[in-house]
């Protein structure tokens, strides 16, 4: 009896398990099948509301600050443009709302874009719609212009709620003068730790705080695709917009030397070359220009050649040298050297006068005007070796500053270098190597700054690219001129630095340079390449010309250096022509070293004449002028003389066609085609000589057009 009550009891056991055991299992399908249906069926709902409160405090980049040169020409800017998108499953936009405006949103897309028929567009939306796409792809890279029209059509311009309107803003960098000073306006990159775009190299990476504002703080809600916006009252720290900066220089003078520059290295096949001027009195920099010239004779600024390249400077260095003797009192410059044939072994070491010249007895002044470097070799060689005071002679160019860095504003720098007796490399013959710009290591730039405190009368300056730091056209922040040595040597040696540097272009190896317009001065240089793993020159030459003008005045400071030439490689054919072209130009324009000659004007040529340009401005100048501009409704107009008369005529633009700039200048020709929404690239100064799309093609958004100015 008991037993049969146990194996009962074991079966109610068992079944009440198998009870519990179904109910478990039941309900971890019902768990799985709620599961997969929130997960897949009704993502989107789920989707939505997790949108609704999904809030993260995020980062709000600022608007990068634009470069500008020293007449507030733009050199570099962030030009804004930007996706649209529409969420079709907006909050607050109901049915009612949606069919109520889609006819008309479809017909202003169709009719803007000009891509698809209107109902193309109509069945995208209504699909996005139905399929409720919270992230639906309207248009891609629209300006900022097209942008504004683009949010007021049917639907978009009501509230983001209501019409699902999104944008999505894309920052590009855009530098208006293409590829012209590239290197030194520098370029942006992401930085690969914070992912944050900064500057890279030239003023965008010196001057990177600045330009790039700070980030603000915002809580954003995710609205999706991956994107967020800003919550009404969310912001923990304003955005604050970067400061524009303003340069030193001069667009004109830029553009100008780097057609002379290329044309250099095209004409003696060099390899790459690079220029600067500069002002005298402020060290403010007006060109800067390193190219590199490749075999199709294309180029490019790949390295800032001018500032970081330091290497032997050959003759140029043949100024502090003689001067650290002038100013020790070792010699005259009516000391006779005698230099021979122009040939002398020193220490194991063949030195020889440039094309083997035999000068045999002659002055100081000559052997520098001559550029003698057996004379150079033999007075250091006489007053500082010979006499066991070579440390003597090393301490006065420094004390005259060659061996500090020039102190520019722009990364980038090196110190220069000159071999001393503490140098494991240092060898007897390295004091007549010094004499003639070998054993030193010096970049362009150094040397023009220390030629440039001989014209500025001892005072050396720092170079400077950046003028001032502005907000909104207001000058936040201005760079005066800063003196780095108020006086690099005695007055005297000043005097006779200066007079030699004259005698170099009046008698000496830069004669081919001399005018009768302006004075020049200054200093040839050439130097041959050394291969350190050969331990030997190789034939290969580097020629340079550094000066300034007008010599009894001097206003500005040039360098030249045309590197690896396959002929005419000495300085006084390869560098010294190109200094000539860009002094005579800089000459012919500035008022203040050329003042125009006063001439007598018949009345018949005193009426104004202008090429065409926007009507208010031009109305603007002739109100200037006591001329009446007339009542002239036109955008577009010129002004010329006729019978004795002012008369206007009128030019027609359309938004379809492209329009005839020529004759326009650059400033309202690139603002006519932008409008037309063509991409314009210009080259040269002046008006427009040639376009390269006809007037009158039929205009398709994105055309790129290129102008020629002359």
């Not at 248009?139 to 212009?145: H, I, M, P």
């Not at 066991?388 to 110190?415: K, P, W, Y």
């Not at 502005?470 to 003196?483: A, L, M, R, S, W």
Request: hydrophobic letters at 35%.
């Amino acid at each position: 009896m008991s037993l049969n009550k146990t194996h009962i009891g074991k079966k109610q056991i068992i079944f009440r398990m198998g009870i519990i055991y179904l109910i478990i299992t039941g309900f971890a399908l019902y768990l799985i099948f709620k599961l997969v249906v929130v997960m897949f069926v009704k993502s989107d709902i789920w989707q939505e509301r997790i949108n609704q409160i999904a809030v993260d405090l995020r980062e709000a980049k600022p608007e990068r600050g634009s470069i500008y040169d020293a007449s507030g020409k733009l050199l570099a800017s962030s030009v804004n443009y930007y996706d649209i998108f529409m969420d079709t499953n907006a909050g607050g936009l109901t049915d009612k709302i949606f069919l109520k405006n889609v006819d008309s949103l479809a017909i202003c897309l169709s009719d803007f874009f000009k891509d698809k028929s209107k109902g193309s567009y109509k069945k995208k939306l209504i699909n996005g719609r139905r399929h409720k796409v919270r992230y639906l792809k309207i248009a891609e890279k629209l300006t900022y212009d097209e942008f504004v029209k683009v949010k007021n059509f049917p639907l978009f311009r009501l509230s983001a709620n209501k019409g699902g309107f999104i944008s999505k803003r894309i920052t590009k960098r855009k530098r208006p003068f293409g590829e012209l000073m590239r290197r030194t306006i520098g370029f942006l990159g992401e930085d690969k730790q914070t992912g944050i775009i900064q500057g890279k190299a030239g003023i965008e990476f010196s001057y990177n705080r600045e330009l790039g504002g700070r980030a603000g703080k915002y809580y954003m809600q995710k609205i999706g695709g991956g994107n967020w916006r800003k919550v009404k009252g969310g912001e923990v720290v304003q955005t604050e917009d970067g400061l524009d900066v303003k340069t030193t220089i001069d667009i004109d003078i830029q553009d100008y030397v780097d057609d002379i520059l290329r044309e250099q290295l095209i004409n003696l096949e060099a390899d790459y070359g690079s220029v600067v001027v500069m002002e005298v009195k402020t060290g403010y920099i007006k060109a800067i220009v390193n190219l590199k010239r490749y075999g199709d004779n294309t180029f490019s600024e790949i390295f800032n050649y001018a500032i970081g390249e330091n290497l032997a400077p050959g003759s140029t260095f043949k100024l502090p040298v003689l001067m650290a003797a002038l100013e020790d009192g070792y010699v005259t410059l009516n000391d006779v050297i005698d230099t021979g044939n122009g040939h002398i072994m020193y220490h194991g070491v063949a030195v020889d006068d440039a094309g083997f010249e035999s000068y045999g007895k002659i002055p100081v002044w000559q052997v520098f005007a001559k550029s003698s470097n057996v004379g150079m070799l033999k007075i250091i060689d006489q007053n500082y070796v010979k006499k066991r005071r070579i440390n003597r002679f090393l301490e006065q160019l420094d004390a005259m500053g060659i061996t500090n860095i020039s102190g520019v504003d722009i990364f980038g720098e090196h110190q220069p270098k000159i071999k001393s007796p503490g140098s494991k490399t240092w060898a007897p013959s390295s004091p007549g190597m010094i004499a003639h710009g070998y054993e030193v290591k010096i970049s362009p730039l150094q040397i023009l700054t220390f030629y440039n405190a001989v014209a500025n009368n001892g005072i050396r300056v720092k170079p400077r690219i950046v003028k001032s730091l502005e907000k909104d056209g207001i000058t936040v922040k201005e760079f005066e001129p800063e003196i780095s040595n108020s006086l690099i040597c005695s007055k005297s040696t000043l005097k006779k630095a200066q007079k030699i540097l004259r005698d170099v272009v009046e008698s000496g190896t830069a004669r081919g340079i001399n005018n009768d317009k302006y004075k020049i001065s200054g200093k040839t240089g050439t130097t041959e390449y050394y291969d350190i793993q050969l331990r030997k020159h190789i034939e290969q030459y580097r020629g340079s010309f550094v000066g300034y003008f007008p010599s009894d005045n001097p206003k500005y400071s040039v360098i030249v250096e045309i590197n690896k030439p396959k002929h005419d490689y000495y300085g006084a054919q390869a560098a010294a022509p190109v200094f000539k072209k860009i002094a005579d130009n800089i000459f012919s324009r500035d008022r203040e070293i050329n003042p125009p000659e006063e001439k007598v004007v018949p009345d018949s040529l005193k009426i104004p004449q202008s090429k065409i340009a926007y009507a208010d401005d031009l109305n603007f100048v002739l109100n200037a002028m006591n001329y009446k501009a007339g009542n002239n409704n036109n955008l577009w107009i010129s002004a010329f003389p006729k019978n004795k008369k002012l008369s206007f005529e009128t030019k027609m633009i359309s938004d379809e066609r492209v329009p005839d700039v020529k004759k326009m200048g650059a400033k309202d020709a690139v603002f006519i085609l932008e409008n037309c929404g063509l991409k314009v690239s210009a080259r040269g100064r002046g008006e427009v000589v040639y376009q390269s799309l006809k007037p009158g093609t039929e205009i398709n958004k994105g055309m790129k057009i290129n102008l020629v100015l002359n």
